[in-house]
């Protein structure tokens, strides 16, 4: 069964910190990865996606993908009050346009 | 910006009664898909839709389910008999293809509560 693992949280970090947030899939055949950030009982909204090997920046984001250790992350920079919400890693396989989702975890900016 | 809208946000239905979850997906998207989230729990793909017809269903999809799109707008989601485990969130989402360079964009979801 393809899964999606995140690492247990909640995880707390300072305002201003770096939080790193990780994600490991089970099926060798994704392709396409996503982080998507969800505040409680709101839907999931998309922060990036990512499908080559290395980094991916955006502004205060950056995705990283190790598709060798099927590992894929997001470092979150200057954290802010702002970001604490739920963050989801979710991965597509081939032509499938389904979405697979972990269960996701939940970030504390203190400020 | 374009949004997907789903009605209505909150629905309170009895166990065995049969309930109609609506979503008008982005206009020029072509697939359409349902998730539901059940309370601290992790977003599950129901089924996902296209040239009106289903492309793909889960396990959870199973013969109470049912979707269709009625007209060029609307797509719907039915639970013919409501059960107390069907109580979640039900998100509606759509996107212009597959793959990376073609988003899911979810709807603001309904909260379906079984009593």
């Known amino acids: 069964q393809k899964e999606v693992e995140q690492n247990s949280g909640p995880l707390s970090v300072p305002e201003g910190a770096i939080a790193s947030l990780n994600c490991t899939y089970s099926d060798r055949g994704s392709q396409s990865f996503f982080w998507y950030r969800q505040y409680s009982g709101k839907s999931p909204e998309l922060i990036m996606s990512?499908?080559?090997?290395g980094d991916k920046e955006d502004g205060r984001f950056t995705a990283q993908l190790n598709k060798a250790s099927q590992y894929v992350s997001l470092l979150i920079r200057d954290s802010q009050p702002s970001d604490s919400a739920t963050y989801l890693c979710a991965f597509q396989t081939g032509a499938n346009s389904k979405l697979t989702f972990g269960k996701g975890i939940t970030l504390s900016v203190r400020p | 910006e374009p949004e997907v809208t789903q009605t209505p946000s909150h629905q309170v239905t009895q166990m065995g009664q049969e309930v109609i979850l609506r979503c008008v997906p982005i206009?020029?998207?072509?697939?359409f898909y349902w998730y539901r989230q059940i309370l601290g729990q992790k977003v599950e793909f129901l089924v996902s839709f296209y040239n009106n017809e289903i492309s793909e269903k889960s396990e959870i999809f199973d013969d109470q389910f049912s979707v269709e799109r009625p007209d060029g707008s609307n797509f719907t989601l039915k639970i013919r008999s409501t059960k107390l485990e069907d109580s979640a969130m039900y998100f509606c989402?759509?996107?212009?293809?597959?793959?990376?360079?073609?988003?899911?964009?979810f709807g603001n979801g309904t909260r379906l509560t079984v009593t």
């Open positions: 990512i499908y080559s090997n």
């Open positions: 989402a759509s996107s212009t293809g597959t793959g990376i360079n073609s988003p899911l964009h």
């Open positions: 206009s020029n998207h072509l697939y």
